[in-house]
């Protein structure tokens, strides 16, 4: 499967965010960038898309940051894709000839499954399990 770099990003920014989360403490913009090796530049536009879904706040000034807007547990990966990248769970199947509806019908049901895996796959999850953690659709 191939999730754009913004998507990377982003779960790789709310994963760090979230293991250091304790709802008060900020973490700068650069240290986010400097942890993950990322670009502050991209970053800070991702940091944007989360803000407007609501999944991290942020506070301006020398002692601001960015922080979860509320525990890890209830982060879902598909919240995550829904803020930066929804068009990747957009089934663009269509049901024009004479298979073309029983082809939409699988993809949708393959979509289907893949959304539902994502609304059980959390934050929490991403930030602290080991790094052989499988995921199984």
Known sequence: ????????????ALAQLA???????????EDLAQREAVSGNF????????????LIESRRGQAGGYLLARH???????QIIDAVDPSLLVCSAHPDGESGAAVQRAWDQVSSALRHTLDRITLDQLAHEPQATMFHI
């Open 19 to 29: 293991k250091l989360h304790d709802g008060k403490t900020l973490t700068r913009l």
């Open 72 to 78: 890890p547990q209830q982060i879902s990966l598909r």
């Open 1 to 12: 499967m191939k999730i754009s770099l913004k998507l990377e990003y982003a779960c790789r």
């Open 43 to 54: 970053l800070v536009q991702i940091l944007n898309d989360l803000k407007r879904a609501h």
